[in-house]
């Protein structure tokens, strides 16, 4: 999917850089021994949000 703009690693890292900077963000990163192999991140929705 990367092939796809929504998904390219530009249109990522310009959203992670944006979503980072929200009140309630958070990131989480798993590991294999010294390598990275997971991620997950978000953050809170509170009433009057535009989700």
């Known amino acids: 999917m990367l092939h796809l703009a929504?998904?390219?690693?530009?249109t990522f890292a310009e959203r992670l850089d944006r979503?980072?900077?929200?009140?309630?963000?958070?990131?989480?990163?798993?590991y294999d021994e010294e390598e990275p192999?997971?991620?997950?991140?978000?953050?809170?929705?509170?009433?009057?949000d535009r989700w």
């Open 19 to 30: 979503h980072g900077g929200e009140p309630g963000f958070d990131a989480v990163i798993g």
């Open 37 to 48: 192999i997971r991620y997950a991140y978000g953050n809170t929705i509170r009433s009057g």
């Open 6 to 10: 929504d998904y390219a690693v530009a």
